[in-house]
């Protein structure tokens, strides 16, 4: 343990009890009597609440006023690290719950839960804990194996080490090295099952760190009728709009496949799609597939 995570061990644990033994961190930290002194120099030093006492009693104490003092970070940065930290907690990675509990403790602030998320769509719970358990992998530095269906419905088992999880197009994905393919691969999760922490080790030299998804996108113009616009507006971005009485012509540039087909197709015939013929000719598709199955 270097000597920073020593200081703030000596600072957390007396926070909690308010007095400890030399000897007891010495062994806790493994390290002499005689560094554990010259951590509470530095700790005194630095004009933190600590001091050494001798005799029967003696032991090393800490003040009343045990907070960090405004030469490490003041009252309005303290705060922002704890609701910070507090966001990670409330996004159901439980790791960072008793690091929010310590801090919250050695600033001497009482927390207040104000957020909550919940990452699982309906239906979806296990996207949830698909998520936490990606992140502790990534966290202790292991590769995560798993069965995957691609959009084909055809499944392959796979181990990936996890670099980055990414929301995009209300649906999350998981970037990371795939050791069947050789190469950084964008997996689904909701296409994901059987998910487990392996003992494999991540290389942290084959993660592109700066790996963004590329989607090949196409330019769509339709018109939606004026009741439905508001979806527009909050469901996609960067678009141009042309506003007419009974409906509102929208030109943007989207991601090819079949979520752009669904989407479209979410409107109903409250929605008409102008162009590109590529997209008329996929919705009549699923237009007739529809109509088959309900003639």
């Given at each position: ?11 957390h644990?007396?926070t ?9 961190l ?7 009597t005689?560094t ?5 120099d530095?700790l005194s ?9 001798s005799g029967?009693d ?15 970070v ?5 705060d ?7 966001n990670?907690?409330?996004a ?17 602030k ?5 957020i ?8 979806q ?9 990606i992140t502790?992998a990534?966290i202790k530095g292991?590769c995560?194996?798993?069965y ?11 181990e990936?080490?996890p670099n980055?999880?990414i929301?995009?197009q209300?649906?999350w994905y ?33 993660l592109?760190k700066?790996?963004?998804p590329?989607f090949e996108t ?10 439905l ?25 989207q ?7 669904s989407?479209l ?14 997209v008329?000719?996929?919705i ?11 003639s």
């Open positions: 343990m270097n000597s920073l995570s020593r200081l703030f061990y000596i600072m644990y007396l909690l009890h308010n007095k400890v033994k030399a000897t007891y010495a062994e806790q930290l493994e390290v002499s005689r554990i002194y010259r951590d509470v530095v030093a630095q004009g933190f609440p600590i001091y050494a006492k029967r003696g032991g090393i104490h800490l003040l009343d006023t045990h907070h960090l003092p405004a030469t490490f003041d009252d309005e940065e303290q922002q690290i704890i609701v910070g930290l507090q990670l907690s409330a159901n990675l439980s790791s960072v719950e008793p690091l929010v509990n310590k801090l919250s403790s050695l600033f001497n009482e927390i207040e839960p104000w909550d998320i919940d990452f699982s769509t309906w239906g719970e296990d996207e949830a804990h698909a998520i936490e358990l502790e990534k292991k995560v194996s798993f995957y269906k691609n959009g084909k419905g055809e499944g392959i088992s796979r990936v080490m980055k999880l929301f995009k209300n649906a998981l970037a990371g090295y795939c050791c069947v393919r050789k190469t950084t691969r964008l997996f689904k999760l909701k296409r994901i099952a059987d998910l487990v922490m392996t003992d494999n080790e991540i290389d942290v030299l084959l592109d700066n790996y963004q590329r196409t330019d769509v113009v339709f018109q939606v009728q004026n009741e616009f508001y979806r527009i507006k909050e469901e996609l971005s960067e678009v141009e709009i042309e506003p007419h009485e009974k409906y509102t012509t929208v030109r943007t540039q991601p090819k496949g079949s979520w752009l087909t989407y197709l979410s409107f109903g015939s409250a929605i008409e799609v102008i162009e590109p013929d590529e008329k000719a996929q009549k598709e699923e237009i007739q597939k529809l109509q088959q199955i309900y």
